[in-house]
């Protein structure tokens, strides 16, 4: 989704993605992981400011419950962590966001003849707040994202009405590394991470249809190379499929200026299914 995100899960994904919201938005999402073992929450609220400008505010949190205390018996040789008495450990980690994504629209890049291609160049910056309660200890932390995409449209540029678009996506996130400053234990640093996705999109006129095809791939400390594809019928409609390690499948449907949407994770240690709603006003 790094060369495709269009809404408010961009905060998440590419931020440079809120720059394609025309109008104010909210978007929701609620994550079962692991058959329950734990629950993200994503809220995002984005205004456009002006035609090039638009603003957002996100949360996202995840809980992890019922962590059991452990004593390491640290420095004892051979030791065993055997569980401590009371009361279950939770893990809260909660992020505050906030996004200025800009949009760059150029005049058509002309080519011989009469062709001409369209260019989008949106980039954006988060800035986020992040705090963590575990057990009765807590840290906090101020970080850095950034991302950008390009978008090319090859309709004229191939002369060609049914011809589609790519897109280029890369995005990093704690850019300048983020500094977690704990209150009981040592302090740590998440190291910066850097992703890129490419994305082909392909009108069906005589379906009605769209087909889109994306491929996501760690640039540096990131997650491995992913792929999916998505159908759309009638701009309505949505089917995908992925694969990411683990297959992925998910459906989408627009009803008046309300997206619902769902997906599911075949975990090797649990499924997960994601649930999603975003309200244009």
């Not at 065993?80 to 893990?91: E, I, M, R």
Request: neutral net charge; proline residues 6%; hydrophobic residues 40%.
């Amino acid at each position: 989704f790094i060369s495709l995100a269009d809404d408010g899960t961009a905060a998440y994904w590419n931020p440079a993605g809120l720059a394609q919201i025309t109008k104010p938005q909210v978007t929701l999402n609620y994550a079962s992981l692991f058959e329950s073992l734990a629950e993200h929450r994503f809220f995002n609220a984005a205004f456009p400011i002006n035609e090039k400008t638009v603003l957002g505010v996100s949360v996202m949190q995840l809980d992890v419950d019922d962590i059991p205390g452990i004593n390491s018996n640290i420095g004892s040789r051979g030791s065993v962590g055997v569980p401590l008495p009371g009361s279950p450990l939770k893990d809260r980690e909660t992020a505050y966001v906030i996004t200025v994504a800009r949009m760059n629209r150029y005049q058509p890049v002309p080519l011989p003849g009469s062709g001409y291609v369209p260019i989008e160049m949106p980039y954006a910056v988060n800035v986020k707040l992040v705090r963590q309660t575990f057990g009765n200890d807590r840290s906090t932390g101020i970080g850095v994202d950034a991302g950008y995409m390009l978008k090319v449209g090859l309709v004229d540029a191939v002369g060609s009405s049914p011809a589609g678009h790519v897109a280029l996506g890369v995005t990093g996130k704690d850019i300048i590394g983020t500094r977690i400053y704990w209150k009981n234990r040592p302090n740590e640093t998440i190291k910066p991470s850097f992703r890129m996705g490419f994305s082909y999109t392909q009108p069906l006129k005589p379906l009605n249809s769209t087909f889109v095809i994306a491929q996501q791939n760690s640039i540096y400390n990131g997650d491995s190379f992913r792929l999916g594809v998505e159908y759309w019928y009638r701009n309505a409609i949505a089917l995908r499929i992925g694969e990411s390690e683990e297959l992925t499948a998910g459906a989408g449907i627009i009803v008046w200026r309300t997206m619902l949407d769902y997906a599911f994770l075949n975990q090797g240690n649990g499924g997960s299914h994601h649930v999603s709603v975003s309200l244009n006003f």
